[in-house]
């Protein structure tokens, strides 16, 4: 044969090559699949037919850590993040991925049914890929945690927190919240509030004194609101139990977390002090008086803003037990909201029922736009 007809054998040798490759590769994956499924296939023994996938994720508790060997859909472990078991039953198989498209691929699998492989490529939530950065499902240490509402239950932040320090801002959100009667209850009682929590031997100043009971918010944490994905705030008329005071230490250590203000603080460690009043130098404000209270938020979020983030005056939320502190953050552009709905103190101001009781619950904390009462 001629050169010509020499050269075209050897492109189609060439192709048919690429073509081999190729059907080698998918081969091997399907492989993986295949050995992934028997690996999973529920046992008649131990799985109730009637038990899907979404019901099993549903039925775990808004917060609670998923282990990293059955994470949300009964997903793998935290392993080499590799897939090593290969995709989940159903994923499609996608050609090689080279370049940028790993780290696209990696992230696309492990949504795929769910996947609870711990993966992520930064330790700082704000710094994972924009399409996951904010999901449910999150990863912490070696486990995933539901850290968000389940997809369509009500509005979700947009990337809040993110842009900080980086000339890019993003919007983020502001959470503020009084202490007395919203961080914590009635001293002493869990009959009551039998989902509060005293703490024996910490002496809290507020209304009268006695040892420091939380409230059910404070007892199952901030971080199991949506508050999670926003910076938080203090501003209270009272001072707890002083500035100095062990009290007041142990609310800005155990009580004041989330996932976007930790990873804020932890770029920002001077955070974690107290202010008073208008004399704003952190996000923790005491001694601001009834009424004006929506002033030192003001100023609190005007701090944040100066530290790089971006937060407009619709998306600072401020929670309060005192009837009278809600209406003025109206005047700011502000959200506010009554809590301890439940449970009101007639003990005090002529039992009126100016002040709660119980304290805040974590289902009170919902992001929802206006200034709104108990009743």
Request: hydrophobic share 25%; glycine share 14%.
């Amino acid at each position: 044969p001629g050169a010509g007809s020499e050269s075209l054998l050897l492109q189609v040798a060439s192709q048919r090559a690429k073509v081999e490759g190729r059907d080698e590769w998918w081969w091997s994956r399907r492989q993986q699949q295949d050995e992934w499924s028997a690996e999973k296939a529920p046992s008649p023994a131990t799985t109730s037919p009637s038990t899907t996938t979404a019901e099993a994720q549903d039925q775990a508790p808004a917060g609670d850590e998923a282990s990293s060997s059955g994470g949300p859909g009964d997903a793998d472990g935290a392993e080499s993040g590799d897939g090593a078991h290969g995709p989940p039953p159903g994923a499609a198989l996608d050609e090689p991925e080279t370049g940028d498209d790993i780290y696209r691929g990696v992230q696309r699998r492990r949504r795929a049914a769910d996947m609870g492989s711990c993966r992520r490529r930064h330790s700082t939530p704000s710094s994972n890929p924009p399409e996951e950065a904010f999901e449910e499902w999150q990863c912490r240490g070696d486990s995933m945690v539901r850290v968000g509402p389940r997809h369509g239950d009500g509005q979700r932040e947009t990337n809040p927190g993110a842009g900080h320090g980086d000339g890019n801002q993003t919007h983020a959100c502001l959470c503020v919240f009084d202490i007395d009667r919203t961080l914590t209850g009635r001293q002493g009682d869990t009959d009551h509030c039998p989902r509060n929590r005293v703490l024996r031997g910490l002496y809290d100043d507020g209304y009268g004194g006695g040892d420091a009971t939380l409230s059910a918010l404070s007892a199952e944490g901030i971080r199991t609101t949506f508050c999670d994905g926003c910076v938080l705030g203090i501003t209270s008329a009272g001072h707890g139990s002083g500035k100095d005071s062990a009290w007041n230490r142990f609310i800005l250590e155990n009580l004041m977390h989330g996932r976007v203000h930790d990873a804020f603080v932890q770029e920002h460690p001077d955070a974690q002090a107290w202010s008073d009043g208008l004399d704003v130098s952190s996000p923790y404000v005491v001694g601001q008086g009834n009424k004006i209270k929506q002033d030192a938020v003001e100023l609190i979020r005007q701090w944040y803003v100066e530290r790089g983030l971006s937060i407009p005056p619709c998306e600072v939320y401020f929670f309060g037990d005192r009837t009278e502190n809600i209406r003025p953050f109206q005047d700011k552009g502000f959200n506010s909201r009554e809590i301890s709905c439940g449970s009101r103190d007639t003990s005090l101001y002529g039992g009126s029922g100016m002040v709660g009781y119980c304290g805040a619950r974590p289902e009170e904390i919902v992001q929802e736009k206006g200034n709104i009462l108990c009743h």
